[in-house]
């Protein structure tokens, strides 16, 4: 399976992005999702979390009520809408995926960077 994110950019605080997380291959042996990210000098954070039927999310407490994770199925993608976004959600964002068989896959991350 091969995760490719899109979406990131250069956006105004306040402003809002829409990443992607495209997935190909053996897209059916893929359980549940989540957007990562990792800020110059910081460690990786969870910033969100689906289930394999999207029924139920999670969200770190710094994005909750401003982000929202979802995917679709039948497209192999997931999604992260960003609203109200702050200097503070500058990073790279990174796709994972869980696989039935327990391992855990990568993108390569896009980058977001919210300027003042």
């Known amino acids: 399976v091969q995760l490719v994110e899109s979406g990131g950019g250069l956006v105004q605080a306040g402003g809002s992005l829409r990443l992607s997380c495209a997935a190909s291959?053996?897209?059916?042996?893929?359980?549940?999702m989540g957007w990562y990210r990792q800020a110059p000098g910081k460690q990786r954070e969870l910033v969100a979390g689906?289930?394999?039927?999207?029924?139920?999310?999670n969200y770190v407490d710094s994005v909750k009520g401003r982000f929202t994770i979802s995917r679709d199925n039948a497209k192999n993608t997931m999604y992260l809408q960003m609203n109200r976004l702050k200097l503070e959600d500058t990073a790279v964002y990174v796709c994972?995926?869980?696989?039935?068989?327990?391992?855990?896959?990568w993108g390569k991350g896009t980058l977001v960077t919210v300027s003042s």
């Open positions: 689906i289930t394999s039927d999207g029924g139920s999310t």
């Open positions: 291959g053996s897209t059916f042996s893929i359980n549940a």
């Open positions: 994972n995926a869980r696989t039935k068989g327990g391992g855990s896959l």
